[in-house]
C-alpha cells in the first residue's frame, strides 16, 4: 500500500515515540481479548459477567480508553482462559555515519629520479 507523501512524513516522525508505541502495544492487547472472546463465543456482556463488571466497561476496555494496567490485563485473559505472556524485542540498532567532506584527491608523484632509484637497487642487492 502505498501512502501519500504527507502521511508518510508525519508517521516517519512519530513512530519512534512512547506515545505511538503505547498505542500499538494497546491495540495488540484489545485485539487479542477479541480474537479470544471470538474463539470462545463469548460477547461483550460475558465477559462483564465472568470479571464481575458492567458491559460498558467491558466496551470501554475495548475501545481503548481508559488504560489498562497490567492487573486488568490479566485479569481479563484468565475470565477467556488465557495467561498472559510478556514479549519483548531489541529494538534495532540504528548507526548514523555523519557525513563527512574529504579532501579533493592530489596527485602524488615520485620525486626520485628512475636511474637513482635503480642504482640504489643494485647497490642493496650487492651487498
Not at 512519530?14 to 477479541?34: F, H, P, R, S
Not at 486488568?72 to 540498532?93: D, H, M, N, Y
Request: glycine fraction near 4%; charge should be negative; hydrophobic fraction near 40%.
Amino acid at each position: 500500500m502505498k501512502m501519500n507523501g504527507w502521511y508518510q512524513k508525519v508517521l516517519d516522525e512519530v513512530k519512534d515515540t512512547l506515545e505511538y508505541e503505547l498505542e500499538g502495544v494497546l491495540i495488540e492487547a484489545t485485539e487479542q481479548i477479541v480474537h479470544h472472546m471470538e474463539r470462545k463465543e463469548m460477547n461483550r456482556s460475558d465477559l462483564a459477567r465472568s470479571l464481575g463488571v458492567s458491559s460498558a466497561y467491558v466496551t470501554k476496555l475495548l475501545s481503548g480508553r481508559p488504560n489498562m494496567t497490567m492487573e486488568t490485563l490479566v485479569k481479563v485473559f484468565r475470565a477467556l482462559g488465557c495467561k498472559v505472556r510478556v514479549e519483548v524485542e531489541s529494538a534495532p540498532a540504528v548507526f548514523v555515519i555523519p557525513q563527512v567532506e574529504l579532501p579533493k584527491q592530489q596527485d602524488f608523484r615520485l620525486s626520485v629520479p628512475l636511474y637513482q632509484a635503480a642504482d640504489e637497487y643494485s647497490s642493496a642487492a650487492a651487498a
